[in-house]
Structures are given as structure tokens and as C-alpha cells.
């Protein structure tokens, strides 16, 4: 295997992907013709990919495995996998979509078991469905493509909560198929899994790593440093994002003024929470608020 530093780079701005999409907004892509793009050569997936099979077959290494698909297989390829010598039978036909680490992190929720189903995933990236979730899902992509279409200005919110939609969907085909392949998790992703829950049931929710490092007894560099492996982000960063999902439903949903906000979320002043909203919304609380007012 060559360097990594030197494969590669399987990304929604690839040449290979550019020439084959019929959506692609930077973040999404929808790829009818994925058999046509040449992985003979390795490469290194920066973009999550979901493939559904519909015909033929295809034979695909992946991390050095090899794997061989069939009509209704699902395969999911997380960031870092890396695809080599893949083949594909002449009658393969295929739907795919491809999905920036962006683009996950903003929409998907980070409770439940999407990200035990993440890691174990990345071990297994092949899974059989049902012929009732096989056709769920290409209604989905075929209510994608059609809205990819469709230009407007709620466009792209159409999509994200279709997109949303699947993956509630896939989720629970996923849960079943996790329990026939089951593996024991690191005592890092257990740990990891531990600070999603304290995080997702804590409200309002503290915003230091210090907090849920002491529930969880450990150090705030230890649990800082199981993030960065197990998700991916630092442990600040997957706080913040709680954080920001609750200030922008009460901005969203509720009548409450802006300094009510703030205190329901325990912010120390009100000069405190709008150099915190500025900082992450790139506008102040008043003005963030009427953004989202104006696009609902």
C-alpha cells in the first residue's frame, strides 16, 4: 500500500464524482453511475458514501478486505476507509449517496445508536436489507432527485429533512443487522458512547469538559482525547453543538426574549450569551433570531 498521504482523495469535489453526479451542492451528492468510477487505483474516503445495490454484483477491497455485493446490499463507507480493485459486473446498476463529515454533524442528531453504528460500520461495511427497506430507500433518492430539481428557496431544508428522514429509516434497518454482527466496543468507545448520553438527557447543559469529566471520573484531557478517536471532534466541540441545537429551538419555538434565553441556559450575563451566539451564528442573538423567523 502507498504512503496516505499520497492516495488519492475520494471527496465530493473528486474529477471521478464531479463527472457523474446528478446533484452535488458541496456537502450532498446523489451518483446513479458509481460503477463507472475508477477504484482500481486505492483511495482514501473523505465523505461518507451509503450504496444500495439493485443489480448484478460488485467485488470491492476495502482496508485490505475484500467484499462482494449483491441486489438490496447496502454498503456504508465512513471517512478514512480506504477502496481499492474494485469490479463490477456488466448488468451492476447502483444509487448512491455521498455526504460530507459537515454536513452529518450539522443534521444528524448525535444521541440514540447512530454512533455505535458509526464505528461498528467502519469494521463492517456490508449489510443485507430487507426488500421493503430497499425499496424505502429508493423512494427517498428518487424524492431527492426530484427536489434537486426543484429550485426554491427552502431547497435545500427539503432535502436536509428528507435526508434526516432516511436516516431515521436506515437507522432502525441498521440496528437489526448490528445485533447479528456484534463486536465488544474499546473501553474509549464506551466511554464516548457514556458522554453522548450525559450530554443528550443533561439540560440545560453545562458547557465545560470539566463538568462531564467529573460525572464520568475521568480526566478532562482523557475524555478530550476519546473524542478526538472515537467522534472525531473535541469534546468542547460536540458540546457547543448541543448547546447551539438548544439556544436555536428556543429562538425557533418559543416567545421567550433573548435574556430569557440565556438564563434558562445558564449563561453568566447577557453580554456573555451574545458574544456566544456571535461566535458560533456569526450574528447577534436579535439578529440570529430574526434569520430564522424570516426562513420558517
Known amino acids: 500500500m502507498e504512503n496516505l498521504h499520497n492516495l488519492r482523495k475520494a471527496n465530493l469535489k473528486d474529477e471521478e464524482v464531479q463527472k457523474r453526479v446528478t446533484y452535488n451542492d458541496g456537502d450532498l451528492a446523489l451518483i446513479r453511475h458509481i460503477h463507472d468510477i475508477n477504484t482500481l487505483l486505492p ?11 439493485l443489480e448484478g454484483k460488485a467485488s470491492v477491497c476495502i482496508n485490505g478486505n475484500r467484499y462482494e455485493a449483491h441486489p438490496n446490499d447496502l454498503y456504508i463507507g465512513t471517512p478514512n476507509n480506504i477502496v481499492e480493485n474494485s469490479l463490477t459486473s456488466l448488468d451492476f446498476q447502483s444509487l448512491c449517496i455521498c455526504v460530507s463529515i459537515e454536513y452529518i454533524r450539522r443534521i444528524l442528531p448525535l444521541a440514540d445508536n447512530s454512533w455505535d453504528l458509526k464505528l461498528l460500520f467502519e469494521e463492517n461495511p456490508l449489510c443485507s ?10 423512494q427517498y433518492y428518487d424524492l431527492l432527485c426530484a427536489k434537486s430539481q426543484q ?7 427539503v ?24 463486536r465488544p466496543f474499546t473501553a474509549g468507545e464506551t466511554l464516548f458512547k457514556r458522554f453522548i448520553e450525559l450530554l443528550g438527557s443533561s439540560y440545560p447543559k453545562p458547557r465545560t469538559v470539566a ?29 457547543d453543538q448541543y448547546v447551539l441545537k438548544d439556544i436555536e429551538y428556543l429562538m425557533k419555538h418559543t416567545q421567550k426574549s433573548i ?21 458560533h451564528f456569526g450574528l447577534s442573538p436579535k439578529a440570529y433570531r430574526e434569520k430564522v423567523l424570516r426562513e420558517e
Open 43 to 53: 483511495c482514501q474516503l473523505e465523505v461518507f458514501v451509503i450504496v444500495l445495490v
Open 129 to 138: 436489507l430487507q426488500p421493503e427497506e430497499a425499496r424505502t430507500f429508493c
Open 151 to 157: 429550485p426554491s428557496p427552502t431547497q435545500k431544508k
Open 159 to 182: 432535502m436536509d429533512a428528507l435526508m434526516l428522514a432516511s436516516f431515521y429509516d436506515m437507522q432502525g434497518a441498521l440496528s437489526r443487522v448490528a445485533q447479528h454482527m456484534p
Open 211 to 239: 463538568y462531564y469529566a467529573d460525572r464520568l471520573n475521568v480526566t478532562p484531557k482523557y475524555l478530550s482525547s476519546v473524542c478526538r478517536l472515537s467522534g472525531k471532534q473535541c469534546a468542547s466541540s460536540l458540546i
Open 259 to 279: 435574556k430569557e434565553i440565556a438564563c434558562e441556559l445558564e449563561f453568566p450575563n447577557l453580554s456573555f450569551f451574545g458574544k456566544y451566539v456571535r461566535k
